[in-house]
């Protein structure tokens, strides 16, 4: 079964860095497509970053581009997203997701995605 755990969420002053990490176990398909989404209070959920594993594409959100780079570590089953000149506003819920299909690939939508993690808390003040 595949289960997905995020780390590394704390509190960050605005103009701040900070580094996720989504630990996949259990995955026995090698492509894939793996994203990071939030969720802030009163607010509905969003994609932010994402990336095919096995194909190299990345995806950002508008919000998010030029200040979050997502890799990952194929030999570890980690997937992570740099997190630069963040805002008050990145402050969420963030997720990171898998999703088998195609459809996946580049998809924000949260019905493209079977797995999810439990989410770790980032705020920015």
């Known amino acids: 079964d595949v289960q997905l755990v995020e780390s590394g969420g704390e509190l960050v002053q605005p103009g701040g860095s900070l580094r996720l990490s989504c630990g996949a176990s259990?995955?026995?398909?090698?492509?894939?497509?793996m994203n990071w989404f939030r969720q802030a209070p009163g607010k509905e959920r969003e994609g932010v970053a994402a990336?095919?594993?096995?194909?190299?594409?990345?995806y950002y959100a508008d919000s998010v581009k030029g200040r979050f780079t997502i890799s990952n570590d194929d030999a570890k089953n980690m997937l992570y997203p740099d997190m630069n000149n963040l805002l008050p506003e990145d402050t969420a819920m963030y997720y990171c997701?898998?999703?088998?299909?195609?459809?996946?690939?580049?998809?924000?939508?949260?019905?493209?995605?079977?797995?999810w993690g439990l989410g770790t808390q980032v705020t920015v003040s």
């Open positions: 997701a898998i999703g088998l299909n195609l459809e996946a690939m580049g998809s924000w939508a949260d019905a493209d995605f079977e797995y």
């Open positions: 259990g995955i026995t398909f090698s492509r894939y497509a």
């Open positions: 990336t095919y594993i096995g194909g190299g594409s990345t």
